[in-house]
């Protein structure tokens, strides 16, 4: 079985500096990871993936995220945030197996304040 | 390319009422999700299907919610008779293989139901 654990429920931060969002997960196989980001009154979209390669993914709005075996973490950073980045984000995990869907985490609110 | 279709955006029942949800995926593919999504927590997974067939539904408390995806497209999702724990926001996803096996979820807008 896979878990995922979101540390922080709530991040408030202000705007133009960083933030880290944690995720840690726990499976007894290899997995894929993902970060997915959900607006107000909006679905889940994807914000960015980790497959196989360099364990450092980005996305395209300055996002980033480091997957580290060894401390079985995927945290989500990024060095300057805006008032847009107001949202909930999700950390997922996937089986290498790739059969099975995506077990979540409980979601952090990031709270961008000017 | 046309993302994941769900219907209705919103539904109001009260408790014993009976709705129906619909999820049209992207085009070609093979796997559909209903995750269900309840108010300051993580989407919770109900049923999978891989094409027209049950891949999992462990989490489906079947004596209430019923799923089903005729001929490997749309997908339906029922709940008869509705409790008040019930109320949340429906997420319907599918998914394709990437070339390293992965599967990526693209979700549709949802359908947030509450009971009274």
């Known amino acids: 079985a896979q878990s995922v654990t979101q540390l922080d429920s709530q991040v408030p931060v202000f705007e133009e500096a960083p933030v880290e969002l944690r995720c840690n997960y726990s499976s007894s196989v290899s997995v894929y990871l993902f970060w997915y980001v959900q607006y107000p009154n909006q679905g889940l979209q994807l914000l960015l993936k980790?497959?196989?390669?360099?364990?450092l993914v980005e996305s395209i709005n300055g996002f980033e995220a480091e997957f580290n075996k060894s401390q079985t973490s995927f945290h989500l950073r990024k060095p300057s945030v805006h008032i847009s980045d107001t949202a909930e984000y999700f950390c997922a995990v996937g089986m290498d197996t790739g059969r099975r869907a995506l077990t979540f985490g409980s979601g952090t609110r990031l709270q961008v304040q000017p | 390319e046309a993302g994941v279709a769900q219907s209705p955006r919103y539904k109001i029942i009260e408790k014993r009422q009976s709705v129906a949800f619909w999820c049209n995926p992207i085009s070609g593919h093979a796997t559909l999700y209903w995750y269900q999504q309840i108010l300051g927590q993580g989407p919770k997974l109900l049923i999978q299907?891989?094409?027209?067939?049950?891949?999992?539904d462990s989490q489906l408390p079947k004596d209430r919610f019923s799923a089903e995806r005729l001929k490997g497209v749309d997908s339906t999702l029922k709940i008869q008779p509705a409790k008040l724990e019930d109320s949340a926001v429906y997420l319907c996803?599918?998914?394709?293989?990437?070339?390293?096996?992965?599967?990526?979820?693209?979700f549709g807008a949802g359908s947030r139901l509450t009971v009274l």
């Open positions: 980790y497959l196989s390669g360099s364990t």
């Open positions: 299907f891989q094409n027209n067939g049950v891949v999992d």
């Open positions: 996803a599918s998914s394709s293989k990437t070339l390293s096996g992965a599967n990526v979820l693209t």
